[in-house]
């Protein structure tokens, strides 16, 4: 090296240092000690080096920063990237194993730790990895902690789980360097068994469910799909996936294709309704590898309603439900107040069963009812309740599908904008309409809408709230 890369090395290296210095200034042992399934707090960092700045983060960012741009998005370097390469490189990754090295009895790093740089160079800029740093102690120690929570909290135990366990264990059993070859389907009823455990508590369950739905979802992006697909990031921060060519599905990994369903089922099922693109994706993705249980699953659901749910059909009505889609199609074979019955039964169970809330109807029917309120969508699901609506028997049941449907920042599937509204709204609205005597159920709703406004669809609810009779009569300003 010349005097000026020895002058950029050290520049590096000394960004190195403080990295460090500041690591250590964590408890860690504290941190670790809340879980047996935590080795150590650090698993990644990155150097970024441009126009003679270096700095350390263990923030990993997939977009460029503006300290590294020059212009207007021009890179600044001032060295060849085959330089960066065979002198820096090398010495850099000596340098930071010998730093891990004198941590390796401490908590302060994790079993596996990453070490990654970030350079700008003359021609532009690369990313280049430095280290792949691997305790095998500490790797050892993780996986008889893994097995031994599994047999005693899952395998055997009958009482809930905590959600930090559950965070580090959805990751590491999806973690190929403690399990090269995945279990999908063990991992499945591992994973089925925390949600199990844990349906007595709604908030911590959630809990639960958004760890793991996170480990499966970066499992599939990070480890799954890239083996297959070729992956474009688009101006709005979503994925583009292209088949390689001349790639198939390997023998070993066919197994892990289930894992891959699964995945886009659990999104279906427990993310919110933003996310039901990225579910129907994932099943995209394996119709393309040629899976025939995805291309079912498109056509008819993800299977895990059972037949007698997600289906019905008589001589007053026929009602299917495809949770893929969150569409609900309905067929009033005969306009009769037991038709609708019938319908809004079907509903309430599917919603019971964990059916998405944010699902669209797909209406087949005689009357053309709507509510007399402005700004809502004509659409399958408005006419579906105010022809219910013309059913004062039916008034009850309204209700309790109402109180079944209402979730905080979930839509109705077939309006977009303004027009849209929350499960529930078209049934309450009516029942506004019709009678006085649901107040309860109004203050319930408007505390409800109250935890979910969208600036959107604030103006549509106002004209409905300003022309209910029954709010009217005890909120004259409104």
């Given amino acids: 090296m010349n005097t000026n ?90 340098y930071v194993r010998e730093k891990l090295d004198s941590l390796s009895s401490t908590a302060l790093i994790d079993y596996r730790f990453t070490f990654a740089g970030k350079f700008a160079h003359k021609e532009g800029e690369v990313d280049l990895p430095i280290l792949v740093y ?32 559950t965070f580090f264990l959805s990751r590491h059993l999806l973690d190929d360097g403690l399990f090269p070859e995945l279990e999908p389907q063990r991992i499945i009823s591992l994973f089925d068994r925390i949600l199990e455990l844990n349906r007595g508590n709604r908030e911590r369950l959630a809990e639960h469910s958004g760890y793991i739905g996170r480990a499966l979802q970066d499992w599939v992006e990070e480890t799954f799909l890239p083996r297959y697909f070729e992956r474009q990031q688009t101006p709005w921060r979503s994925s583009e996936y292209t088949k390689k060519i001349g790639v198939s599905l390997e023998d070993d990994k066919e197994g892990q294709i289930d894992l891959l369903l699964y995945t886009a089922v659990w999104i279906l099922r427990y993310e919110p309704s933003y996310m039901r693109t990225k579910g129907i994706g994932f099943l995209e993705r394996a119709v393309e590898l040629g899976n025939k249980k995805a291309s079912r699953f498109m056509k008819e659901g993800s299977g895990v309603l059972p037949v007698e749910l997600a289906s019905r059909r008589d001589e007053l009505v ?52 709507f509510l007399p309120v402005k700004g809502l969508a004509k659409s399958g699901t408005h006419r579906f309740f105010a022809n219910a609506l013309a059913y004062p028997n039916l008034y009850p049941l309204l209700e309790e599908y109402a109180r079944e449907a ?73």
């Fill in 5 to 94: 890369h020895d002058t950029i090395l050290e520049e590096m290296k000394q960004a190195i240092d403080d990295w460090f210095a500041c690591i250590r200034a964590t408890d860690a042992e504290a941190i670790v000690k809340r879980t047996t399934l935590q080795a150590g707090l650090h698993d990644y960092a990155l150097l970024e080096y441009t126009d003679g700045r270096a700095s350390v983060t263990d923030i990993p960012l997939d977009f460029p920063s503006s300290d590294r741009m020059g212009g207007y998005g021009e890179t600044v370097g001032e060295l060849t990237e085959d330089e960066v390469r065979k002198q820096f490189i090398p010495q850099l990754a000596a």
């Fill in 134 to 165: 691997v305790d095998d102690r500490k790797r050892e120690q993780l996986l008889q902690a893994i097995c031994a929570y599994i047999q005693t909290r899952l395998d055997t135990g009958n009482h809930p789980t905590k959600p930090l366990e």
């Fill in 318 to 369: 026929e009602c299917q439900a495809n949770d893929v889609f969150a569409t609900v199609t309905i067929v009033i074979k005969q306009e009769a107040e037991e038709s609708y019955r019938r319908a809004l039964r079907f509903l309430v169970n599917l919603l019971k069963q964990g059916f998405p809330k944010s699902y669209m109807i797909q209406l087949k029917s005689g009357a053309k009812q």
């Fill in 406 to 478: 209402m979730e905080p920042f979930e839509w109705y599937g077939d309006a977009e904008g303004e027009k849209n509204c929350m499960p529930g709204t078209y049934a309450v609205f009516g029942l506004g309409w019709r009678i006085d005597t649901t107040f309860p159920l109004w203050r319930h709703t408007w505390e409800w809408s109250m935890k979910s406004i969208n600036p959107f669809k604030i103006s549509s609810r106002r004209h409905f709230w300003r022309n209910t009779a029954c709010v009217r009569k005890r909120y004259p300003l409104w």
